[in-house]
C-alpha cells in the first residue's frame, strides 16, 4: 500500500535562462488552517500553520493546491526577493482537482513579478523538467531537476475519490513543494502536488490539461468541477458477451451495465447498451481510445469536458446503432463519500446522542473500531448506497456518531454507529427530518430505529426535555445543532 | 432442593483416601490425544489444506471408549491415542462428536487386553471456589499433577464454535499444555479444558455436568444433542425501555428481538415480548437467574443444560403490557434453516467449477478463512448479509450464491475481476441455493449464463467452448472433480 502525500517543488539556481524569469513568478504561501473537529462538531481542532508554494498567472492572480489552502483561517503569500508578506484570499478552489486560485489585492505585490506561460503541449517521457518551490530544508527557493518518467492516469488524494491525469517525475518533492510549477522549456508543463511515500523518486504533479479545464471552469465567475458520467461498464473482450449483445462482428466497444443516478449519463444512456465510439473515437473492447497514438481510458476524453457541454456516443441497442447525446452536468451526490473541506459539520444533538450525515470523517472515525457490527454496516452503505438502493427513501443517511454520556442515554451504546430510519414512526430522509420527528413523541417515548438491528433505541420524551438543556451545558457544547444554509 | 455444596479442600492426600478411585493412578485413565487434522481449502475448495497435527487429551469412559473435545479431533484423518509412560501410538476412532458441546467420544480400534482402559468416575458436585488438579503428560510422557482453583463459573461461547456453554474458569500453577486435559476434583473427573491463556494462566473447563448428558445421549441413540430455543435477546435494564415495554416487575425480565426461522421460539414467542420466567426460574434484566446447583448463571444454561432437544418448556411473558404463560418446544439448533451457515465444522463445502467460474454458497467458514480481519478484507456487501441477515431467509432454503472466483481460461476473457458477487439468476432462471443451481445444470445440461445481483447483463460462456474448457480447466488447475453435491441434498 502506498500512501500518497501532498507536496511541492522548487528550483536551486542553476539553469537556463527561462528558469531565473520564472523566478519571478514563484511565491511562497503561509497559511493557518483549521479543521473541524468531528468528534465535536460544534467546535475546531487547534489550528496549524504550514507553508506552500505557488506561482503567478495572468489576470494578476496565483495558481496552486487546493490542498495548500483548505480550511483556512489566516493566508498570505510572499515573492522571491521581498521580505514582505502580503493578505492574499482564495478565489477559486476545485477539491477535485485540488487546484486553487489566490488573489491578492494590494497591486503593488505584483510588481516585477510575471506571470507563467503553460506549455501548449504535455512534455513526453524522459524530457527533462525542472520543479520550484519553498520544500522544507530552509526557507528559500528551491529548484529540483528530473525527468517525466510516466504519465497516467491516477487518483487525486485530496479528494480521495477523484482520477484525474497526473504527470509523473523523478525529481524529489517534499512538502513545501505543494503548488510549485514544473517547467519544460521555460514554460510550465504542471503543477507538483503529490508524492508517493515509502518510494524514491517519484513525484506527482497536476498537468496543463487539468490546469487549463480548472482555469475554464472558473472562466464564469465560478467552479463547478467536472462533470461525472455516472456509468459503470464491462469490456466486451468475451466473444460469448459479444454475440449475446447482437453486437456485429467488426464492431468494438464497452457494454454499460449500471447507471449512477447522480450521473450524467442516467436517462439517456441504458444498461446493456454498447458503447461504440465517444465524440468519433473509436472505443476498443476494453474501454480504451487512441489518442496521440497512446491507448487511454476513454473517459480521459471526458476530462476535458465542462459541465454544460455534451459527449456523443455511438450506442449499440436494441440491434441497431444509434447516437446518444448526453449532455454532462454537475453531480451533487450525497452518496459519494469524499474528503470534505471548508465545510463545518452538520449535526444534531439530542438527549446527549449526536446525529450526523454520513461523511468520510464519520467512516475514518468509525473503522477505528472495524470488529463493530455497525461499522461494517456502515462501509457497506457508504459503497453500495445507490448500487443496492440503500438510499432509497434516503436523501442522506443520518448516524449515530457520539454519545455525550448522561443518565438519559446510559443504555444506548449498542447504537453507535448505527443509520437511523425511523423516529417516532416517521421516516428520516434527512437530519433536517430527524430534528422534527424528535417533536413528536409517540406516547411519551422517543422510538429510533436503525437499519439492520432489531432493537430500538428508546428514549423517556419528558426526561429528554430536561436532560437536552443539562447535557449541553455540561459538555459545553454551544449550540445543539448545525445545519448548512441551503443556497 | 437446593443442594449446597461445602467446599472441599483437596489435600495431598485424598487421591489415595478418595474411596472410588483408589487404585487409580490415572496412568490407565489419562491418554493423551495425537491428532493429524486436514481441512478442505476454502478458495480451493476441491483440494485439501496441509495436514498438521494437534495434541490434546481425552479422559477414558469405558475400556475402549475416551472423551475429549470436539475440536481437538475435528477434521482429522488419524487419531492415535497415547498412553502415560508408554511411546506406544495406540488407533482411534471417532463414536460421536458435537461442536455444540465440544465433545467427542473415540473408540481404540483394537481393543486387546493391553490396550484396556481404566475409566474415571465423574464428580458429582463442583462448587464455585472449590481446589482441583490438573493432570497433563510431560515431555516424557508421564503425568504430570498441577493445582489449580476454580474462579468463575460462567455461560460463555465455544472457543470453536459460536454456541454457549458452561464454563468453570480455572487458575492454575502449570501452563496446560493441550486441550481436553482432565480436571480432577477427590479424584473424580470433574471437567474437561477447552481453553488455556498462559498470560493470565486461566483456562476454562467443561465441567462434569456437559460431559455427563453428553455421554448419556452417546449411549442412547438416536443421539439427541443439546437443546437451543432460538431467538436473540436483549437485556432490559434501560428504565425507559422497560416503561415503553409496560413492564412493572423490578429488575426482571430479557426482552426477545427476533426470533430465527424455523426454530421452536418462532412458534410462540413475539419479538418485544418481556420474558419473566423460564422453565420456571425467574429471569433478572440482564438474562441471569439462581441456578440451584452452580448460583447466578446466564439463562441460556436453562435450556442447553437442564433441557434436551424436544423437551417443551414453561414461559412466563409480557406481551404489548399483558402477563401471558406460554411455551416454547426446545430444538437442536442446526445451519439447515440459516441464510448463512457457520460450517464451524468445516465440513467439505458444495461447489460448481462451471467454464471457470467457482460457485459456492456463502458460509461462515469461507468468509473467516479470509483471515483474522476477514470483516476489513470481504466485500461488506457479503459481510454485511452475515452480520445482519444470517439468520434471516425471507423463505426457507434460501442460501446466498456466490461466484467466489474465476479461474482464468480463454473461455472467461472479461469476466476475470469478478469475486464474491452475488447470483441471482442461472441460465435466467432465479435461484435461492445451490441445489437450485444443481438443478438447472441437470436440467439444461450446462451453465450458459449468470445474473449478478445489481447488474443489468449477463456473464455469459461461449457453449461452443464450454466442455473443452472445462476438461482444460480441470487439467491445468488440477481439479479432480468439477462439481461437488453431498448425497443428502436439502
Known amino acids: 500500500m502506498f500512501a500518497v502525500c501532498t507536496i511541492s517543488f522548487l528550483f536551486t539556481g542553476v539553469a537556463l535562462s527561462g528558469e531565473t524569469d520564472l523566478r519571478e513568478s514563484v511565491v511562497k504561501i503561509y497559511i493557518t488552517a483549521q479543521r473541524p473537529d468531528y468528534s465535536m462538531p460544534w467546535q475546531s481542532l487547534p489550528p496549524g500553520n504550514g507553508s506552500g508554494s505557488g506561482f503567478i498567472i495572468n489576470k494578476r492572480r496565483i495558481l496552486t493546491n487546493a490542498h495548500v489552502v483548505s480550511d483556512i483561517r489566516f493566508l498570505q503569500v510572499q515573492k522571491d526577493g521581498d521580505a514582505r508578506r502580503y493578505p492574499a484570499k482564495v478565489a477559486f478552489i476545485g477539491h477535485d482537482c485540488d487546484l486553487a486560485v489566490l488573489t491578492v489585492e494590494d497591486p503593488t505585490f505584483f510588481e516585477g513579478t510575471k506571470a507563467v506561460r503553460f506549455s501548449d503541449s504535455l512534455p513526453a517521457l524522459n524530457n527533462e523538467v525542472t520543479v520550484l518551490g519553498y520544500p522544507t530544508g530552509g526557507a528559500r527557493l528551491s529548484i529540483t531537476r528530473g525527468v517525466v518518467s510516466r504519465i497516467d492516469y491516477s487518483i487525486y488524494t485530496h479528494s480521495g475519490a477523484d482520477q484525474h491525469l497526473v504527470l509523473q517525475v523523478d525529481a524529489a518533492i517534499n512538502p513545501g513543494n505543494s503548488g510549485g510549477p514544473i517547467v519544460f522549456k521555460n514554460k510550465v508543463a504542471g503543477l507538483a502536488f503529490q508524492g508517493l511515500m515509502f518510494a524514491e523518486n517519484i513525484g506527482y504533479g497536476i498537468p496543463v490539461p487539468v490546469i487549463q479545464h480548472f482555469l475554464d471552469d472558473i472562466s464564469d465567475n465560478k467552479y463547478d468541477g467536472y462533470p461525472e458520467l455516472g456509468a459503470a461498464y464491462l469490456e466486451t473482450t468475451n466473444p460469448a458477451l459479444c454475440r449475446d449483445l447482437g453486437m456485429p462482428p467488426n464492431k468494438t466497444g464497452i457494454v454499460v451495465y449500471y447507471l449512477d443516478p447522480f450521473g450524467s449519463a442516467i436517462g439517456c444512456l441504458k444498461p446493456r447498451d454498447v458503447l461504440f465510439s465517444i465524440d468519433g473515437y473509436k472505443i476498443e473492447s476494453d474501454g480504451t481510445v487512441l489518442l496521440n497514438d497512446n491507448n487511454v481510458p476513454f473517459a480521459e476524453l471526458l476530462e476535458r469536458k465542462q459541465c454544460g457541454q455534451s459527449v456523443v456516443f455511438k450506442v449499440w441497442r436494441d440491434n441497431t446503432e444509434i447516437e446518444v447525446n448526453v449532455p454532462l452536468k454537475i453531480s451533487a451526490d450525497p452518496f459519494a463519500y469524499r474528503n470534505i473541506y471548508d465545510k463545518l459539520p452538520e449535526y444534531y444533538i439530542f438527549a446527549g446522542l449526536i446525529f450526523s450525515p454520513l461523511n468520510r470523517e464519520c467512516l475514518r472515525a468509525a473503522n477505528r473500531h472495524s470488529h463493530d457490527r455497525n461499522v461494517n454496516q456502515l462501509n457497506y452503505y457508504s459503497q453500495y448506497a445507490k448500487i443496492d438502493n440503500l438510499n432509497k427513501d434516503r436523501d442522506e443517511f443520518v448516524v449515530l456518531v457520539r454519545q455525550l454520556p448522561h443518565p438519559v442515554n446510559t443504555y444506548t451504546q449498542s447504537f453507535l454507529n448505527g443509520i437511523v430510519t425511523a423516529v417516532n414512526g416517521i421516516n428520516i430522509r434527512n437530519l433536517h427530518d430527524l430534528k422534527t420527528a424528535m417533536t413528536k413523541p409517540l406516547n411519551g417515548f422517543h422510538v429510533i430505529k436503525f437499519a439492520g438491528m432489531d432493537d430500538s433505541l428508546i428514549l423517556d420524551a419528558v426526561a429528554t426535555v430536561k436532560a437536552n438543556e443539562e447535557i449541553l451545558l455540561r459538555y459545553g457544547v454551544p449550540s445543539p445543532e448545525y445545519f448548512e444554509i441551503v443556497k | 432442593m437446593k443442594t449446597f455444596i ?295 444454561y436453562l435450556i442447553m443444560g437442564r433441557r434436551s432437544p424436544g ?169 479432480p472433480r468439477l462439481r461437488f453435491q453431498h448425497r443428502k441434498s436439502k
Open chain 2, 6 to 300: 461445602t467446599l472441599a479442600i483437596i489435600l495431598a492426600a485424598n487421591v489415595t483416601f478418595s474411596q472410588p478411585q483408589k487404585q487409580n493412578n490415572f496412568l490407565q485413565s489419562v491418554v493423551q490425544v495425537q491428532v493429524t487434522s486436514q481441512e478442505y481449502d476454502t478458495f480451493l475448495p476441491w483440494q485439501k489444506k496441509n495436514p498438521s497435527p494437534k495434541i490434546g487429551y481425552g479422559v477414558a469412559v469405558s475400556s475402549s471408549e475416551v472423551i475429549t473435545t470436539e475440536n481437538l479431533i475435528r477434521n482429522n484423518t488419524l487419531i492415535e491415542l497415547r498412553k502415560a509412560s508408554s511411546g506406544e501410538k495406540i488407533p482411534a476412532t471417532v463414536v460421536m462428536s458435537d461442536e455444540q458441546a465440544n465433545l467427542a467420544i473415540l473408540k481404540i480400534a483394537d481393543n486387546s487386553n493391553e490396550n484396556s482402559l481404566l475409566p474415571v468416575q465423574f464428580a458429582d458436585s463442583l462448587s464455585r471456589t472449590d481446589d482441583v488438579s490438573i493432570l497433563q503428560f510431560d515431555e516424557t510422557a508421564q503425568i504430570q499433577r498441577g493445582k489449580a482453583q476454580i474462579v468463575q463459573v460462567s455461560i460463555r461461547s465455544l472457543p470453536s464454535a459460536p454456541y454457549p456453554t458452561l464454563a468453570f474458569t480455572i487458575l492454575t500453577d502449570v501452563n496446560i499444555n493441550g486441550e481436553g486435559s482432565p480436571v480432577l476434583r477427590d479424584g473424580k473427573l470433574a471437567g474437561l479444558i477447552i481453553s488455556y491463556d498462559r498470560g493470565s494462566r486461566t483456562g476454562n473447563m467443561l465441567p462434569y455436568v456437559t460431559l455427563k448428558h453428553f455421554l448419556s445421549d452417546v449411549r442412547q441413540s438416536p443421539y439427541k444433542g443439546f437443546a437451543s430455543a432460538g431467538f436473540l435477546w436483549a437485556p432490559l435494564i434501560d428504565p425507559a425501555k422497560r416503561k415503553y415495554h409496560k413492564v412493572n416487575h423490578a429488575n426482571k425480565g430479557i426482552l426477545v428481538l427476533d426470533c430465527l426461522l424455523g426454530s421452536g421460539a418462532s412458534m410462540s414467542l413475539l419479538p418485544n415480548d418481556v420474558i419473566l420466567k423460564w422453565d420456571n426460574y425467574s429471569i433478572d434484566n440482564l438474562g441471569f437467574y439462581e441456578d440451584p446447583d452452580f448460583g447466578r448463571l446466564a439463562f441460556p
Open chain 2, 311 to 479: 423437551d417443551t418448556v414453561p414461559l412466563k411473558i409480557v406481551r404489548n403490557g399483558e402477563e401471558k404463560n406460554i411455551t416454547v418446544k426446545l430444538t437442536r439448533r442446526s445451519d439447515i434453516d440459516a441464510l448463512v451457515g457457520e460450517n464451524v465444522t468445516r465440513e467439505r463445502e458444495e461447489y460448481i467449477v462451471e467454464g471457470g467460474f467457482i460457485i459456492r454458497e456463502l458460509s461462515g467458514a469461507y468468509l473467516q478463512a479470509y483471515g483474522q480481519d476477514w470483516q476489513k478484507n470481504v466485500d461488506p456487501r457479503l459481510v454485511n448479509i452475515y452480520l445482519t441477515k444470517k439468520f434471516h431467509p425471507e423463505k426457507e432454503g434460501d442460501k446466498v450464491v456466490i461466484l467466489a472466483g474465476v479461474l482464468p481460461n480463454p473461455i472467461n476473457i472479461g469476466y476475470q475481476h469478478f469475486r464474491d458477487d452475488i447470483i441471482t439468476k442461472v441460465n435466467g432462471k432465479h435461484i435461492r441455493n445451490l441445489a437450485d443451481v444443481f438443478r438447472i445444470l441437470k436440467d439444461d445440461g450446462s451453465i450458459k449464463r449468470l445474473s449478478l445481483q445489481s447488474m443489468d447483463i449477463d456473464l455469459v460462456l461461449d457453449q461452443s467452448m464450454l466442455s473443452e474448457s472445462n476438461d482444460n480447466l480441470a487439467q491445468l488447475y488440477r481439479i
